[in-house]
Protein backbone atom coordinates (compact mmCIF):
# COMPACT_ATOMS: atom_id res chain seq x y z
CA UNK A 1 0.00 0.00 0.00
CA UNK A 2 1.50 3.28 -1.15
CA UNK A 3 2.17 6.57 1.52
CA UNK A 4 -0.74 8.32 -0.43
CA UNK A 5 -2.98 5.59 0.14
CA UNK A 6 -2.24 4.97 3.74
CA UNK A 7 -2.54 8.53 4.48
CA UNK A 8 -6.78 8.25 3.13
CA UNK A 9 -7.09 5.29 5.13
CA UNK A 10 -5.85 7.07 8.35
CA UNK A 11 -7.66 10.25 7.54
CA UNK A 12 -10.69 8.55 7.04
CA UNK A 13 -9.76 6.43 10.24
CA UNK A 14 -9.69 9.34 12.35
CA UNK A 15 -12.47 10.96 11.11
CA UNK A 16 -14.94 8.00 11.64
CA UNK A 17 -13.75 7.48 14.85
CA UNK A 18 -14.33 11.16 15.27
CA UNK A 19 -17.78 10.58 14.90
CA UNK A 20 -18.86 7.08 16.29
CA UNK A 21 -19.85 8.35 19.15
CA UNK A 22 -22.69 10.43 17.24
CA UNK A 23 -24.43 6.85 17.94
CA UNK A 24 -25.26 7.99 21.14
CA UNK A 25 -27.30 10.99 20.98
CA UNK A 26 -28.63 10.72 17.07
CA UNK A 27 -30.07 6.85 17.59
CA UNK A 28 -32.60 5.51 19.56
CA UNK A 29 -35.22 7.32 21.13
CA UNK A 30 -34.41 11.00 22.80
CA UNK A 31 -35.14 11.24 26.47
CA UNK A 32 -38.68 13.03 26.39
CA UNK A 33 -38.55 16.66 26.63
CA UNK A 34 -34.91 17.58 25.58
CA UNK A 35 -35.46 18.76 22.21
CA UNK A 36 -33.44 19.51 19.54
CA UNK A 37 -30.73 22.28 21.36
CA UNK A 38 -30.16 19.48 24.15
CA UNK A 39 -29.55 16.96 21.44
CA UNK A 40 -27.07 18.82 19.68
CA UNK A 41 -25.27 20.59 22.72
CA UNK A 42 -24.53 16.29 23.74
CA UNK A 43 -23.77 15.25 20.17
CA UNK A 44 -21.15 18.13 19.91
CA UNK A 45 -20.15 16.81 23.36
CA UNK A 46 -19.85 13.55 22.31
CA UNK A 47 -17.50 14.33 19.36
CA UNK A 48 -15.60 17.00 21.30
CA UNK A 49 -14.76 13.62 23.79
CA UNK A 50 -13.81 11.04 21.26
CA UNK A 51 -11.11 13.90 19.64
CA UNK A 52 -9.73 13.92 23.46
CA UNK A 53 -9.58 10.60 23.53
CA UNK A 54 -7.76 10.18 19.87
CA UNK A 55 -5.00 13.28 21.28
CA UNK A 56 -3.59 10.41 22.86
CA UNK A 57 -3.30 8.16 19.81
CA UNK A 58 -1.89 10.86 17.99
CA UNK A 59 1.17 11.07 20.00
CA UNK A 60 1.73 7.22 20.87
CA UNK A 61 4.27 7.09 17.76
CA UNK A 62 2.73 4.36 16.16
CA UNK A 63 5.36 4.68 12.94
CA UNK A 64 2.89 2.87 10.62
CA UNK A 65 0.09 5.76 11.26
CA UNK A 66 2.32 8.47 11.10
CA UNK A 67 4.62 7.60 7.90
CA UNK A 68 2.13 8.67 5.39
CA UNK A 69 2.54 12.38 7.40
CA UNK A 70 5.60 12.60 9.38
CA UNK A 71 5.62 12.67 12.91
CA UNK A 72 6.40 16.29 13.54
CA UNK A 73 3.31 17.00 10.87
CA UNK A 74 1.25 14.79 13.53
CA UNK A 75 2.26 16.29 16.13
CA UNK A 76 1.29 19.96 14.57
CA UNK A 77 -1.95 17.93 13.95
CA UNK A 78 -2.57 17.29 17.47
CA UNK A 79 -1.23 20.49 18.49
CA UNK A 80 -4.06 22.22 16.29
CA UNK A 81 -6.79 20.01 16.26
CA UNK A 82 -7.09 20.44 20.30
CA UNK A 83 -8.34 23.79 19.90
CA UNK A 84 -11.21 22.38 17.59
CA UNK A 85 -12.24 19.59 20.25
CA UNK A 86 -12.12 22.10 23.62
CA UNK A 87 -14.42 24.23 21.16
CA UNK A 88 -16.95 21.19 20.71
CA UNK A 89 -16.53 20.26 24.85
CA UNK A 90 -17.19 23.81 25.94
CA UNK A 91 -20.24 24.19 23.05
CA UNK A 92 -22.28 21.62 25.06
CA UNK A 93 -22.56 23.23 28.56
CA UNK A 94 -22.74 26.57 26.68
CA UNK A 95 -25.90 25.26 24.51
CA UNK A 96 -27.58 23.65 27.48
CA UNK A 97 -27.24 27.51 29.05
CA UNK A 98 -28.96 28.92 26.34
CA UNK A 99 -32.00 26.98 26.40
CA UNK A 100 -32.17 26.81 30.22
CA UNK A 101 -29.95 29.16 32.10
CA UNK A 102 -31.52 27.67 35.46
CA UNK A 103 -29.28 25.45 34.65
CA UNK A 104 -26.20 27.28 35.62
CA UNK A 105 -26.91 25.51 39.35
CA UNK A 106 -25.01 22.81 37.88
CA UNK A 107 -21.57 24.88 38.02
CA UNK A 108 -22.20 25.09 41.83
CA UNK A 109 -19.20 22.58 43.52
CA UNK A 110 -20.98 22.33 46.64
CA UNK A 111 -24.79 21.75 45.05
CA UNK A 112 -24.22 20.37 42.04
CA UNK A 113 -25.14 16.20 41.55
CA UNK A 114 -22.02 14.10 40.91
CA UNK A 115 -22.61 13.96 37.11
CA UNK A 116 -22.11 17.61 36.46
CA UNK A 117 -19.24 18.21 39.15
CA UNK A 118 -17.48 15.56 37.34
CA UNK A 119 -18.08 17.67 34.25
CA UNK A 120 -16.65 20.54 35.35
CA UNK A 121 -13.45 19.50 36.35
CA UNK A 122 -13.16 17.75 32.98
CA UNK A 123 -13.22 21.01 31.36
CA UNK A 124 -11.23 23.04 33.60
CA UNK A 125 -8.29 20.60 33.15
CA UNK A 126 -8.83 20.94 29.96
CA UNK A 127 -8.58 24.65 29.89
CA UNK A 128 -5.55 24.15 31.74
CA UNK A 129 -4.25 21.68 29.46
CA UNK A 130 -4.86 24.03 26.12
CA UNK A 131 -4.04 27.09 28.83
CA UNK A 132 -0.18 25.47 29.90
CA UNK A 133 0.45 24.25 26.22
CA UNK A 134 -0.15 27.79 24.67
CA UNK A 135 1.54 30.23 27.16
CA UNK A 136 4.23 27.69 28.91
CA UNK A 137 6.80 30.17 28.70
CA UNK A 138 5.13 32.95 29.65
CA UNK A 139 4.06 30.64 33.26
CA UNK A 140 8.01 29.80 33.12
CA UNK A 141 7.21 25.98 32.94
CA UNK A 142 10.07 23.82 32.55
CA UNK A 143 9.76 21.41 29.20
CA UNK A 144 9.96 18.26 32.25
CA UNK A 145 7.12 20.26 34.56
CA UNK A 146 4.78 20.85 31.92
CA UNK A 147 4.88 17.58 30.28
CA UNK A 148 4.43 16.06 33.70
CA UNK A 149 1.33 18.26 33.75
CA UNK A 150 0.04 18.40 30.17
CA UNK A 151 0.08 14.29 30.79
CA UNK A 152 -1.80 14.23 34.10
CA UNK A 153 -4.34 16.72 33.45
CA UNK A 154 -5.24 15.13 29.97
CA UNK A 155 -5.93 11.91 31.46
CA UNK A 156 -8.08 13.32 34.16
CA UNK A 157 -9.70 15.42 31.51
CA UNK A 158 -11.01 12.43 29.72
CA UNK A 159 -11.79 9.97 32.44
CA UNK A 160 -13.90 12.32 34.27
CA UNK A 161 -15.45 13.03 31.50
CA UNK A 162 -15.98 9.50 30.85
CA UNK A 163 -17.30 8.83 34.36
CA UNK A 164 -19.97 12.43 33.77
CA UNK A 165 -21.86 10.64 31.01
CA UNK A 166 -21.73 6.95 32.72
CA UNK A 167 -23.44 9.38 35.22
CA UNK A 168 -25.57 10.60 33.00
CA UNK A 169 -26.71 7.94 31.82
CA UNK A 170 -29.60 9.02 29.33
CA UNK A 171 -27.43 8.27 26.11
CA UNK A 172 -25.95 4.96 27.56
CA UNK A 173 -28.98 3.26 28.48
CA UNK A 174 -29.71 0.36 26.14
CA UNK A 175 -26.98 -2.57 25.69
CA UNK A 176 -25.83 -2.09 22.33
CA UNK A 177 -24.89 1.65 23.35
CA UNK A 178 -23.12 -0.05 26.88
CA UNK A 179 -20.91 -2.05 24.55
CA UNK A 180 -19.94 0.38 22.33
CA UNK A 181 -19.28 2.55 24.79
CA UNK A 182 -17.60 0.04 26.84
CA UNK A 183 -15.19 -0.52 23.52
CA UNK A 184 -14.45 2.96 23.32
CA UNK A 185 -13.75 3.38 27.14
CA UNK A 186 -11.27 0.33 26.85
CA UNK A 187 -9.83 1.61 23.54
CA UNK A 188 -8.79 4.78 25.52
CA UNK A 189 -7.69 2.48 28.30
CA UNK A 190 -5.41 0.45 26.38
CA UNK A 191 -3.79 3.82 24.18
CA UNK A 192 -2.93 4.86 28.29
CA UNK A 193 -1.55 1.59 28.37
CA UNK A 194 0.22 0.93 25.53
CA UNK A 195 1.99 4.68 26.13
CA UNK A 196 2.48 4.56 29.57
CA UNK A 197 3.25 1.07 30.52
CA UNK A 198 3.77 -1.73 27.86
CA UNK A 199 6.34 0.62 25.18
CA UNK A 200 8.64 1.41 28.67
CA UNK A 201 8.87 -2.07 29.47
CA UNK A 202 10.07 -2.95 25.54
CA UNK A 203 12.17 -0.29 26.10
CA UNK A 204 13.42 -1.54 29.72
CA UNK A 205 14.42 -5.15 27.82
CA UNK A 206 16.63 -2.98 24.93
CA UNK A 207 18.53 -0.62 26.87
CA UNK A 208 21.75 1.46 25.45
CA UNK A 209 24.87 3.26 26.87
CA UNK A 210 27.09 6.68 26.10
CA UNK A 211 29.86 4.95 24.16
CA UNK A 212 31.31 8.31 23.19
CA UNK A 213 30.86 12.36 24.49
CA UNK A 214 32.64 14.53 21.61
CA UNK A 215 32.57 18.20 21.51
CA UNK A 216 31.42 20.16 18.49
CA UNK A 217 31.48 23.43 16.54
CA UNK A 218 29.13 25.09 17.82
CA UNK A 219 28.46 24.40 21.04
CA UNK A 220 27.30 21.28 20.23
CA UNK A 221 28.01 17.65 21.86
CA UNK A 222 27.74 14.38 19.93
CA UNK A 223 26.67 11.56 21.94
CA UNK A 224 27.76 8.10 20.52
CA UNK A 225 25.78 5.26 22.19
CA UNK A 226 25.83 1.44 21.62
CA UNK A 227 23.01 -1.27 22.33
CA UNK A 228 23.65 -3.09 25.13
CA UNK A 229 22.46 -7.19 25.15
CA UNK A 230 20.63 -6.56 21.55
CA UNK A 231 21.25 -5.67 18.17
CA UNK A 232 20.30 -2.13 18.07
CA UNK A 233 18.14 -0.83 15.36
CA UNK A 234 18.86 0.68 11.51
CA UNK A 235 17.48 3.63 10.42
CA UNK A 236 17.06 5.80 7.40
CA UNK A 237 19.10 8.90 6.96
CA UNK A 238 17.52 12.00 8.37
CA UNK A 239 15.65 9.99 11.10
CA UNK A 240 15.09 10.29 14.72
CA UNK A 241 14.46 9.02 18.15
CA UNK A 242 13.75 9.85 21.49
CA UNK A 243 16.01 9.68 24.05
CA UNK A 244 15.95 9.14 27.89
CA UNK A 245 19.44 9.31 30.02
CA UNK A 246 19.84 8.58 33.66
CA UNK A 247 16.38 7.89 34.27
CA UNK A 248 13.86 5.03 34.22
CA UNK A 249 12.22 4.47 30.71
CA UNK A 250 9.05 4.54 32.45
CA UNK A 251 9.97 8.70 32.84
CA UNK A 252 7.48 11.41 31.28
CA UNK A 253 10.60 13.54 29.66
CA UNK A 254 11.99 11.98 26.73
CA UNK A 255 13.84 14.44 23.57
CA UNK A 256 13.90 14.19 20.36
CA UNK A 257 16.82 14.15 18.21
CA UNK A 258 17.86 13.55 15.04
CA UNK A 259 20.71 10.61 14.26
CA UNK A 260 23.90 12.68 12.62
CA UNK A 261 25.34 9.20 12.05
CA UNK A 262 26.06 7.09 8.81
CA UNK A 263 23.02 4.85 8.21
CA UNK A 264 25.23 2.21 7.26
CA UNK A 265 27.35 2.39 10.50
CA UNK A 266 26.66 -1.13 12.25
CA UNK A 267 25.10 -1.16 15.68
CA UNK A 268 25.60 2.24 17.39
CA UNK A 269 24.07 5.78 16.60
CA UNK A 270 25.32 9.30 16.96
CA UNK A 271 22.99 12.36 17.89
CA UNK A 272 24.91 15.48 17.60
CA UNK A 273 22.98 18.08 20.28
CA UNK A 274 23.38 21.68 20.49
CA UNK A 275 23.13 23.28 24.01
CA UNK A 276 19.95 25.45 23.76
CA UNK A 277 17.79 24.28 27.08
CA UNK A 278 18.16 22.29 30.77
CA UNK A 279 18.71 19.16 29.57
CA UNK A 280 20.64 19.96 26.01
CA UNK A 281 23.63 22.21 28.66
CA UNK A 282 23.65 19.01 30.19
CA UNK A 283 24.80 16.69 27.52
CA UNK A 284 28.45 17.79 27.59
CA UNK A 285 28.55 16.38 31.25
CA UNK A 286 27.79 13.03 30.41
CA UNK A 287 30.03 10.18 30.87
CA UNK A 288 30.53 7.30 29.14
CA UNK A 289 28.81 4.14 30.54
CA UNK A 290 25.89 6.34 31.14
CA UNK A 291 22.85 4.40 31.11
CA UNK A 292 20.17 5.43 27.65
CA UNK A 293 17.04 4.29 26.78
CA UNK A 294 16.13 5.15 22.98
CA UNK A 295 12.85 4.71 21.07
CA UNK A 296 12.98 4.92 17.16
CA UNK A 297 13.78 5.16 14.38
CA UNK A 298 11.23 7.58 13.58
CA UNK A 299 10.15 10.26 10.77
CA UNK A 300 9.89 10.52 7.23
CA UNK A 301 12.68 13.15 6.05
CA UNK A 302 14.86 11.02 4.62
CA UNK A 303 16.14 10.26 0.99
CA UNK A 304 15.47 7.18 0.98
CA UNK A 305 11.63 7.41 0.74
CA UNK A 306 12.05 10.55 -1.57
CA UNK A 307 14.37 9.82 -4.66
CA UNK A 308 15.69 11.82 -6.88
CA UNK A 309 18.58 12.19 -9.58
CA UNK A 310 19.89 15.01 -7.18
CA UNK A 311 18.99 16.52 -3.43
CA UNK A 312 19.39 20.59 -2.68
CA UNK A 313 20.32 20.21 1.52
CA UNK A 314 19.73 23.54 3.38
CA UNK A 315 20.39 23.81 7.51
CA UNK A 316 20.33 26.40 9.96
CA UNK A 317 22.38 25.86 12.25
CA UNK A 318 21.90 22.51 14.59
CA UNK A 319 19.46 21.12 11.34
CA UNK A 320 22.80 20.23 9.95
CA UNK A 321 22.60 16.91 12.15
CA UNK A 322 20.04 15.24 10.04
CA UNK A 323 21.34 16.35 6.37
CA UNK A 324 24.82 15.58 7.71
CA UNK A 325 23.74 11.39 8.33
CA UNK A 326 22.53 11.93 4.68
CA UNK A 327 26.07 12.88 3.77
CA UNK A 328 28.10 10.64 5.78
CA UNK A 329 25.37 7.98 4.14
CA UNK A 330 25.74 9.14 0.78
CA UNK A 331 29.47 8.67 1.28
CA UNK A 332 29.26 5.14 2.59
CA UNK A 333 27.22 4.06 -0.21
CA UNK A 334 29.27 5.72 -2.82
CA UNK A 335 26.22 7.44 -4.07
CA UNK A 336 27.58 10.16 -6.85
CA UNK A 337 24.42 12.04 -7.13
CA UNK A 338 24.99 15.93 -6.87
CA UNK A 339 24.35 17.24 -3.55
CA UNK A 340 24.10 20.82 -2.54
CA UNK A 341 24.32 22.28 0.58
CA UNK A 342 23.84 25.82 2.43
CA UNK A 343 24.56 26.08 5.04
CA UNK A 344 23.84 29.03 7.44
CA UNK A 345 25.26 29.80 10.99
CA UNK A 346 25.99 32.85 13.08
CA UNK A 347 29.62 32.43 12.68
CA UNK A 348 31.83 29.71 10.75
CA UNK A 349 33.51 28.83 14.42
CA UNK A 350 29.58 27.99 14.96
CA UNK A 351 29.39 25.74 11.82
CA UNK A 352 29.57 21.85 13.49
CA UNK A 353 30.78 19.14 10.99
CA UNK A 354 32.62 22.23 8.51
CA UNK A 355 35.60 20.25 8.65
CA UNK A 356 34.34 17.06 7.86
CA UNK A 357 31.97 18.68 5.24
CA UNK A 358 35.32 19.67 3.49
CA UNK A 359 36.60 15.86 3.53
CA UNK A 360 33.32 14.66 2.16
CA UNK A 361 33.48 16.82 -0.99
CA UNK A 362 36.54 14.42 -2.08
CA UNK A 363 34.02 11.62 -1.70
CA UNK A 364 30.57 13.22 -2.81
CA UNK A 365 29.51 15.09 -5.54
CA UNK A 366 29.16 17.86 -3.30
CA UNK A 367 29.01 21.75 -3.38
CA UNK A 368 29.03 23.46 -0.32
CA UNK A 369 27.40 27.00 0.43
CA UNK A 370 28.71 28.38 3.70
CA UNK A 371 26.60 31.50 5.35
CA UNK A 372 27.57 32.84 8.21
CA UNK A 373 25.59 35.30 9.54
CA UNK A 374 28.63 37.40 10.87
CA UNK A 375 31.29 36.58 8.41
CA UNK A 376 35.06 36.95 9.78
CA UNK A 377 37.15 39.69 8.29
CA UNK A 378 38.06 39.42 4.61
CA UNK A 379 35.27 36.95 3.89
CA UNK A 380 33.85 37.57 0.48
CA UNK A 381 31.78 34.56 -0.02
CA UNK A 382 27.93 34.57 0.63
CA UNK A 383 26.98 35.58 4.33
CA UNK A 384 23.78 36.92 6.34
CA UNK A 385 20.32 35.03 5.67
CA UNK A 386 19.14 32.41 3.12
CA UNK A 387 16.90 34.26 1.03
CA UNK A 388 15.24 33.81 -2.65
CA UNK A 389 18.35 35.86 -4.47
CA UNK A 390 20.90 33.81 -2.62
CA UNK A 391 19.11 30.23 -3.54
CA UNK A 392 18.60 31.55 -6.89
CA UNK A 393 22.44 31.93 -7.59
CA UNK A 394 23.30 28.44 -6.21
CA UNK A 395 20.51 26.29 -7.70
CA UNK A 396 22.08 24.07 -10.45
CA UNK A 397 19.77 23.33 -13.83
CA UNK A 398 17.24 21.69 -13.67
CA UNK A 399 16.44 22.08 -9.80
CA UNK A 400 12.98 21.72 -9.72
CA UNK A 401 13.66 17.98 -10.35
CA UNK A 402 16.05 18.00 -7.29
CA UNK A 403 15.01 16.31 -3.61
CA UNK A 404 14.87 19.38 -1.31
CA UNK A 405 15.64 18.74 2.59
CA UNK A 406 15.20 21.26 4.87
CA UNK A 407 16.28 21.96 8.57
CA UNK A 408 16.66 24.58 10.80
CA UNK A 409 15.20 26.81 12.96
CA UNK A 410 10.85 27.58 12.17
CA UNK A 411 11.20 30.66 10.84
CA UNK A 412 13.91 29.87 8.64
CA UNK A 413 11.76 26.87 7.67
CA UNK A 414 9.14 28.89 6.76
CA UNK A 415 10.81 31.35 4.52
CA UNK A 416 12.62 28.49 2.81
CA UNK A 417 9.47 26.84 1.63
CA UNK A 418 7.98 29.87 1.27
CA UNK A 419 10.84 30.60 -1.42
CA UNK A 420 11.08 27.68 -3.06
CA UNK A 421 7.26 28.04 -3.52
CA UNK A 422 7.69 31.16 -5.45
CA UNK A 423 10.80 29.77 -7.33
CA UNK A 424 8.62 26.95 -9.02
CA UNK A 425 9.97 24.24 -6.55
CA UNK A 426 6.67 21.63 -6.71
CA UNK A 427 5.47 21.03 -2.86
CA UNK A 428 5.88 17.15 -2.57
CA UNK A 429 9.94 17.58 -3.50
CA UNK A 430 10.37 19.56 -0.34
CA UNK A 431 10.88 18.30 2.87
CA UNK A 432 11.18 19.72 5.89
CA UNK A 433 11.88 18.42 9.37
CA UNK A 434 10.19 20.85 12.79
CA UNK A 435 11.11 19.55 16.11
CA UNK A 436 8.24 21.79 17.75
CA UNK A 437 6.78 19.05 20.06
CA UNK A 438 5.14 21.55 22.76
Known amino acids: MSLAVRGVFWTGTYVVVSVAPLVFALLGDSPPGRGFVVDFSVALGFVGLS????????????????????????????????????????????????????????????????????????????????????????????????????????????????????????????????????????????????????????????????????????????????????????????????????????????????????????????????????????????????????????????PDRNEGPGFVLIAGGVGIGPLMSMLRTFADRDDRRPCLLIYASRTLDDATFLEEIGQLQGRLDLTTVLVPEVPPEGWTQESGRIDQALIRRHLPPRFERMQYFVCGPPPMLDAVEATLAELGVPAERVHTERFVFV
Not at 216 to 242: A, C, I, S
Not at 243 to 268: K, N
Open 51 to 302: MMGLQFALVARFQTASAPFGEDAVVQFHRQISYVATLFVLAHPVLLLVRDLDLIALFNPVTAPWRARFAVVSTLCLLAVMATSRWRRRFRLRYEVWQGLHAALSVVAVLFALVHVELVNYYVDTLWKQVLWAVMTAAFLSLIGWVRLVRPLRRLRQPWEVAEVTAERGDTTTLTLRPVGHDGFGFEPGQFGWISVERSPFALTQHPFSFSSSAESDGGVQLSIKALGDFTRGVAGLRPGTRAYLDGPHGVFT
